[in-house]
């Protein structure tokens, strides 16, 4: 089965600070997908990568692919206390798209 | 925001006792999910349905049944409840197929004593 290794598992960093956190797959991507979950609540979509070197930004957050390496980098621009929460990966461990296998999580605070 | 309601949203019940969670859609998706997190082990997928009637195992589907009568309503049932399945529980929704993003719920926190 696949498996997705997240790091850092946790992460504290200053307001204004840049970050990076990793999604690693043990096999084949067919799908990434990033979300964010505040605590207490529901995950929420944040975007999704398909393609080797695809690369998506929404606001400050960018998210990149690379299929070679079976890797996907999250990167956080000039942090702020919004941003903090549970960033999750999730990956279709095949092509039929039917079922998401979910990294373990990256836990992000932001100091003011 | 998708249009994924979760009921109840908190619940405490004893050990052996049946429970059931229900997961109400307006969003017409075909797919429908439950997961449960918990520390150490992130999201992990219990059953899902890809139509009415039509369903499947995920990873951890011992001690767990599904049921889908209708398009927007997708009920998780524990038989018997266990300490073990103490945990917070999502409901996702997709349109089903590659590519297709998943949409989650807001969850509901269980705990068996």
């Known amino acids: 089965s696949q498996e997705l290794e997240q790091s850092p598992q946790s992460l504290i960093v200053q307001e204004g600070k840049n970050l990076t956190i990793n999604c690693t797959s043990s096999k084949t991507l067919y799908g990434l997908y990033w979300y964010k979950q505040k605590y207490g609540e529901g995950l929420i979509f944040l975007m999704m990568?398909?393609?080797?070197?695809e690369e998506k930004s929404h606001e400050k957050i960018t998210a990149k692919l690379d299929e070679k390496k079976q890797q996907s980098s999250l990167h956080i621009t000039a942090s702020q206390p919004s941003h903090a929460g549970i960033y999750l990966c999730g990956a279709e461990p095949n092509n039929a798209g039917n079922m998401l296998t979910f990294g373990g999580g990256t836990r992000l605070m932001v100091k003011p | 925001d998708a249009g994924i309601t979760q009921s109840p949203r908190h619940k405490v019940t004893e050990t052996g006792t049946p429970v059931t969670l229900r997961c109400h859609q307006t969003?017409?998706?075909?797919?429908m999910y439950w997961y449960r997190q918990d520390p150490g082990h992130g999201l992990r997928l219990i059953h899902y349905?890809?139509?009415?009637?039509?369903?499947d195992k995920g990873e951890v589907s011992d001690g767990y049944s599904v049921s889908r009568s209708k398009t927007e309503d997708f009920l998780l049932t524990l038989e018997s409840a266990t300490s073990s399945q103490t945990s917070v529980y999502f409901c996702a929704i997709s349109g089903g197929g590659a590519k297709e993003t998943q949409y989650f719920g807001p969850g509901t926190r269980l705990l068996v004593l």
């Open positions: 969003e017409n998706h075909r797919y």
């Open positions: 990568l398909q393609k080797g070197g």
């Open positions: 349905s890809y139509g009415v009637k039509d369903t």
